[in-house]
């Protein structure tokens, strides 16, 4: 059974920071994109960053560059996002996602975890 679970979320003040985690199981992530995605209150999910399978290219949404950092570690098929200064807007439940080479959309989904960021 294919499954990625995300933790390392919670509640942070704003300006503070917060590492969440993936880890997969079920088939091999080594070759796979992976990404963050995030739904805040109300609003649709957004893309927030995303890693090739080689950590050679990575992307980030505009509203988090500079404050978040995604990276891989495929010996533990994990994928990690680093955040930092942390802001309000920010809170939301945040999924990880597995994209697979030649895949066009990401078709594994986590169940994701929530980052409520306080004033």
């Known amino acids: 059974q294919v ?11 704003a300006g ?13 992530f080594s070759r796979d994109t992976m990404g963050w ?8 999910r ?4 995303s890693i090739s399978w080689s950590g050679g290219n990575i992307n980030y949404a505009d509203s988090v ?18 955040m930092n200064s942390l802001k309000p807007e920010d809170t939301a439940v945040y999924y990880c996602a597995a994209r697979r080479l030649a895949v066009s959309s990401y078709d594994y989904w986590g169940q994701g975890t929530q980052v409520t960021v306080s004033s």
């Open 3 to 13: 499954q990625l679970v995300e933790s390392g979320g919670g509640l942070v003040q």
């Open 16 to 28: 503070g920071s917060l590492r969440l985690s993936c880890a997969a199981s079920g088939r091999a």
């Open 37 to 44: 995605f995030r739904r805040a209150p109300g609003k649709e």
């Open 46 to 49: 957004e893309f927030v960053a």
């Open 65 to 82: 560059k500079r404050r978040f950092t995604i990276s891989r570690d495929n010996a533990k098929n994990a994928v990690y996002l680093q």
